[in-house]
């Protein structure tokens, strides 16, 4: 049974430079890393958001030889959807697909090309924010 998203890999071909850009995206540094064959450093992982996710950058050099898009988008949830997308533009990622609404339930999307390309979605998710309410102590104890 599928519990759930546990870790997302990007690749990158300049890992430093986007171990620096995702710290600048994410506002944290890597709390992990890990050394390759050759003792220079393969993977780094971050912890975000509410469950604390693992997003790992790995080297480009340790890409599986078939890498081709399969048409999958992961979207993280954002709560302020116009201001984190202005803000990954004007890191110097490149407009994927622009803000949509996915019908009028409030679920709403965007995503773009990290300057490594990877794709990065987000979006507001009204589900998302009611399973994290039920999850949260209640204040009436």
């Given at each position: 049974m599928f519990r759930g998203f546990a870790t997302i890999?990007?690749?990158?071909?300049e890992l430093e430079a986007a171990k620096d850009w995702y710290s600048r995206?994410?506002?944290?540094?890597?709390?992990?890393?890990?050394?390759?064959?050759?003792?220079?450093?393969a993977y780094y992982e971050f912890r975000v958001g509410d469950?604390?996710?693992?997003?790992?950058?790995?080297?480009?050099?340790?890409?599986?030889?078939?890498?081709?898009?399969?048409?999958?988008?992961m979207y993280w949830h954002v709560d302020d959807l116009e201001g984190t997308f202005e803000r990954l533009l004007s890191l110097g990622a490149k407009e994927h697909q622009p803000i949509t609404a996915q019908g009028d339930t409030g679920f709403v999307t965007a995503s773009v090309v990290d300057p490594f390309g990877n794709v990065l979605g987000i979006m507001t998710n009204p589900h998302y924010l009611e399973i994290l309410e039920t999850l949260r102590p209640s204040s009436e104890n």
């Open positions: 890999v990007f690749w990158a071909d995206v994410l506002e944290m540094k890597p709390y992990f890393s890990r050394p390759g064959p050759d003792g220079n450093t469950y604390e996710n693992e997003f790992g950058l790995i080297d480009g050099r340790y890409r599986p030889s078939s890498t081709e898009p399969g048409g999958a988008i």
